[in-house]
Structure formats: structure tokens, C-alpha cells
């Protein structure tokens, strides 16, 4: 709780797992309520293990988790001039260092990814004012990058974070955030979803339950999903609405 400004809760986690037959443990802190923009910013996140851990390859790991976690998080766009993310490891697990030959360097991995992705999550969900949390999932994007820059674009989109936060299910913003987003496009082909409904088949509207689409933009996690029917990549953002809560936030620092 010291390490908090503006957010509303703590953001914590703590796994334990088996490493060579030992209790491994991997906990995390995290903090960031606004300005979480374009690679972590304003946030602080510090993790710890008692794993013994080769550094050069937790260094590239967590670089790795932190590009599949923090540095896909946007709460409003804006950004900061300070942020960090550490990890340390003690050792006292006694395992054997681990390096990307150890035969169980995937269980810490994915336990680290895993780590970093639901702390990224729960800073989204506790972004200045929001009332809800935004997760994109974009797949079918011509490769990797295509796919980072469309799932981006939307999670920054203002009047996506607003339709959001009204609950109205005008999937125009979301085209129009993937249009701006400079991936690559067939306008005849991508589909869009809102939760399980399809509000776009092959670029054009889609006929589809109003109700349904209303009901999914009603839950506390609005899941949006974007096949681009262009090739293999695949990415996920997460953002959050942006509600009046947030402009009073930032209408306060200076009275």
C-alpha cells in the first residue's frame, strides 16, 4: 500500500510451484492507475522468487512477459517519464540455476507470464474512474506486429472507452480505431465480436441480437474479438472505460 497513488486497491499475487521436486514461490506488487502508456509508465511492479535463476535468461524472459503484459496495458493513453518493473531471486529454493537448457525452465516461465499478465489485468481494471475492464483480442492479423498495433488501437480509442462505458455496443468506433490503427486490412474480410456476438461479418454489419450485444458490454470484463482473415498473428490488450470518474481524477491536482 505505500507504493500507491491514485489507485483504489493493491494489485498482489502469490504462486507457489514445484521446481526439481522443491517449493518454488513467485509473488508480485504492482501500481499504476493512469498515464499506463505506451510501455508500462507511471507504474511500479516488483517481483520476487526464491528460485536460483541464471541472469541472463531471467533477463530476457521477464522482458518477454513484460511485452506480453505491462507493455500491451493502455488506461489512457498518456504517459510518464518514470516506471520500473524488477524481479529478484535469492536462490534459497536450492534448485539448479535455471537457464533455457533446464528441463523445467517452462514451468517458471509460464508461471511468470502468467504473474504479469493478471497484475496487468488487475491495473486495468482499477484505471482512474473505470467501471470496467477492456480485453482485445486480435487474431488472424497478416503477422505478430499487425496484430500488436490493432489490439493497441482500440484499448486507446476515447470513443470506444466512452461507447464503453455507456454500455453501447457501437462496434463503428471499434472499426474505426482498427481502420486508424495502420495494420494491414481487407475491408471485406474481418469480423468483429462483442463478447459471443458478431457484430461484423466480412467488414459489413452483421445481423445480430441487440439484447445480446447490450448484455456483454454489461459485464465487468467486455471482451472484444477481431479476426482479420489475413494470416497468423495474434495478440491481446487490455484497457478499461473511461468514465466522468476520470476526468474528476484530473481536475483535482492543483486546489
Request: charged share 25%.
Amino acid at each position: 500500500e505505500a507504493i500507491m497513488t491514485t489507485d483504489t486497491r493493491p494489485k498482489r499475487m502469490a504462486l507457489e510451484f514445484q521446481i526439481e521436486g522443491r517449493t518454488v514461490r513467485l509473488g508480485g506488487v504492482t501500481k499504476g492507475a493512469g498515464m499506463i502508456y505506451p510501455n508500462m509508465a507511471t507504474m511500479l511492479c516488483y517481483l520476487t522468487t526464491d528460485a536460483a535463476i541464471e541472469h541472463a535468461w531471467i533477463n530476457a524472459e521477464l522482458k518477454a512477459a513484460v511485452d506480453a503484459s505491462f507493455n500491451m496495458l493502455s488506461i489512457d493513453g498518456d504517459m510518464s517519464t518514470n516506471d520500473t518493473c524488477m524481479l529478484f531471486a535469492n536462490g534459497l529454493a536450492g534448485n539448479t540455476p535455471i537457464n533455457g537448457q533446464h528441463p523445467e525452465a517452462d514451468t517458471f516461465r509460464e508461471a511468470l507470464r502468467r504473474m504479469t499478465i493478471y497484475l496487468a489485468r488487475e491495473m486495468a481494471r482499477d484505471g482512474e474512474g473505470a467501471t470496467k475492464l477492456m480485453t482485445v483480442h486480435v487474431h488472424g492479423a497478416r503477422d505478430k506486429a499487425d496484430a500488436v498495433r490493432a489490439a493497441r488501437a482500440i484499448t486507446l480509442s476515447p470513443l470506444w472507452q466512452c461507447a464503453l462505458a455507456g454500455g453501447d455496443p457501437n462496434w463503428g468506433r471499434i472499426a474505426a480505431a482498427l481502420g486508424a490503427s495502420g495494420c494491414e486490412l481487407d475491408q471485406a474480410a474481418y469480423d468483429i465480436f462483442i463478447g459471443d456476438v458478431r457484430v461484423t461479418k466480412h467488414g459489413m454489419a452483421a445481423q445480430y441480437d441487440q439484447d445480446a450485444a447490450r448484455k456483454a458490454m454489461a459485464e465487468d470484463e467486455v471482451i472484444i474479438t477481431i479476426d482479420l482473415h489475413l494470416g497468423d498473428g495474434k495478440a491481446t490488450a487490455w484497457g478499461c472505460d473511461l468514465t466522468h470518474g476520470y476526468i474528476d481524477e484530473n481536475t483535482l491536482y492543483t486546489r
